[in-house]
């Protein structure tokens, strides 16, 4: 499945990023012994929580786009839950029912479509007993 990360490459880039290329460095000859941890990044993702709130937006082509809406709805209808993944964060979602999905055309002026998916989040909850 490709990533938010995956599309990055894309997208216009919202902000600047004062990181080196890390793929451009070469790798010191001394200290290229395999072990476990090179096969994870240097840097571990931030993974958002429930408990803060956190948004982002992106500019990209309508096949990206498309692309990505593919790859939420095939996690929609084959999981319940959704991982959206970035470079520096990801972000793991368990979703519950019912989704929301809301269609909006704005034909005054300049005509714009706007599809927003709202989905809550799954509870492991249970009722309790009634005696």
Known sequence: MRTMEDMESSAEPAEESAEPDEESAEPDEESAEPDESSAEPQEERTVIRTGREFEQEYRLDASEAGQFLIEVGEQLRDSDELTIVEDEWEL???????VHLEVDFDGVREPE???ELELPGRTDENA???E
Do not use: Y
């Open 113 to 115: 479509l706007e599809i």
């Open 92 to 98: 793991p979602f368990a979703f519950g029912e019912p």
């Open 128 to 130: 309790p007993d009634v």
